[in-house]
């Protein structure tokens, strides 16, 4: 069988893959925005001039170069829920890129908040998944809800047996 993404292990399963909102990317859509206004003030007090209308169509282009750098950064940057782990590839720019394995095992606990009216609207929040070394903080997730109830399912399965089955050791 094919392996689902690079790195993936031998019997084990994706449950879900999932990215930041889009409204991650609001950073790059000022991006566009700004040099496209700046590059426009002078068409507006020269209307006549082709020239800067040209340095308004260089400001989009360049506006648009940047708002690539980010959306590269927002579309490469993906987590994987599998039965076994949790996998955050993180890209950075155009060339640099952290991941993070955690173990379902290594789980303590999950929550989730949603940032009010503007995170209830749009539909994204934050997942703070903790462990015994830190916190694990995925901000700006798409549908928390849904993908908190999927993390907990994996969790609760990977959690070790606590039915008090356990032996003693006499010495």
Same mark, same amino acid.
């Given at each position: 069988?094919?392996?689902? &993404?690079?790195? $993936?292990?031998?019997?084990?399963?994706?449950?879900?893959?999932?990215?930041?909102?889009?409204?991650?990317?609001? #950073?790059? &859509?000022?991006?566009?925005?700004?040099?496209?206004?700046?590059?426009?003030?002078? +068409? /507006?007090?020269?209307?006549?001039?082709? %020239?800067?209308?040209?340095?308004?169509?260089?400001?989009?282009? &360049?506006?648009?170069?940047?708002?690539?750098?980010?959306?590269?950064?927002?579309?490469?940057?993906?987590?994987?829920? +599998?039965?076994?782990? %949790?996998?955050?590839?993180?890209?950075?720019?155009?060339?640099?890129?952290?991941?993070?394995?955690?173990?379902?095992?290594?789980?303590?606990?999950?929550?989730?908040?949603?940032?009010? /009216?503007?995170?209830?609207? &749009?539909?994204?929040? +934050?997942?703070?998944?903790?462990?015994?070394?830190?916190? %694990?903080?995925?901000?700006?997730?798409?549908?928390?809800?849904?993908?908190?109830? #999927? %993390? $907990?399912?994996?969790?609760?399965?990977?959690?070790?047996?606590?039915?008090?089955?356990?032996?003693?050791?006499?010495?």
């Amino acid at each position: 069988m094919e392996p689902a &993404f690079d790195g $993936q292990r031998e019997g084990e399963e994706v449950v879900l893959v999932f990215r930041r909102h889009i409204i991650a990317l609001r #950073k790059g &859509f000022y991006s566009i925005l700004v040099p496209f206004a700046l590059a426009s003030l002078p +068409t /507006l007090f020269f209307p006549g001039e082709l %020239l800067y209308l040209y340095i308004a169509f260089g400001g989009l282009a &360049f506006g648009l170069v940047l708002f690539f750098y980010h959306w590269i950064g927002w579309y490469f940057t993906i987590f994987i829920l +599998t039965d076994q782990r %949790l996998r955050q590839s993180t890209q950075k720019g155009f060339f640099g890129k952290s991941v993070i394995d955690l173990p379902v095992s290594k789980i303590q606990n999950i929550s989730y908040t949603i940032p009010g /009216l503007s995170g209830e609207l &749009f539909g994204f929040g +934050t997942i703070v998944i903790q462990t015994y070394v830190g916190d %694990l903080i995925l901000d700006l997730i798409h549908q928390p809800g849904e993908v908190y109830n #999927k %993390l $907990q399912d994996v969790a609760a399965t990977a959690a070790p047996n606590t039915s008090g089955n356990h032996e003693e050791i006499n010495s």
